[in-house]
C-alpha cells in the first residue's frame, strides 16, 4: 500500500498560479499510476488530472486543460499539480491518488488517497 501526503494548498487571488505537491511512500510508488482529484461542498469527487508511471499517458478534465499540468518526479517519489489561471470555481479540496493500475478518470478505480489540501481561489 502506498502512503499519500499533499502539500502546497492555500489562498490565492483568480489569475493566480499554485503548485500542489504529493508525496508518495512505499516501494512500488513509482510503478503506480497517479490522478489528482478535488472535492466541492455536498459534491462527490472529481477527476483532475492522472498520469502513468512513466509519465508517458497524461489525461486532463476539460475544465483545466490548457491551465493545470500534472507531473512526476519518480526518483522523489513526487507527483505535482502545476495550476496557473485559477478561477473562483477551481475552489476545493484537492487530493492525489495512487494505483498499480492504468491511469482514469474514476475515483473507485484509486486505492491509495491522501488527506488533502484545500485550494481557494478569492479576491
Known amino acids: 500500500h502506498v502512503q499519500l501526503v499533499e502539500s502546497g494548498g492555500g489562498l490565492v487571488q483568480p489569475g493566480g498560479s499554485l503548485r500542489l505537491s504529493c508525496a508518495a511512500s512505499?516501494?512500488?510508488?513509482?510503478?503506480?499510476?497517479m490522478g489528482w482529484f478535488r472535492q466541492f461542498p455536498g459534491k462527490e469527487r472529481e477527476f483532475v488530472a492522472a498520469?502513468?508511471?512513466?509519465?508517458?499517458?497524461?489525461y486532463y478534465a476539460d475544465s483545466v486543460k490548457g491551465r493545470f499540468t500534472i507531473s512526476r518526479d519518480n526518483a522523489k517519489n513526487t507527483l505535482y499539480l502545476q495550476m496557473n489561471i485559477l478561477k473562483p470555481e477551481d475552489t476545493a479540496v484537492y487530493y492525489c491518488?495512487?494505483?498499480?493500475?492504468?491511469?482514469?478518470?474514476?475515483?473507485?478505480?484509486?486505492?491509495?488517497w491522501g488527506q488533502g489540501t484545500q485550494v481557494t481561489v478569492s479576491s
Open positions: 491518488a495512487a494505483d498499480p493500475l492504468p491511469p482514469g478518470e474514476i475515483a473507485d478505480t484509486y486505492h491509495c
Open positions: 498520469i502513468n508511471w512513466g509519465g508517458g499517458t497524461i
Open positions: 512505499g516501494r512500488t510508488a513509482a510503478t503506480y499510476a
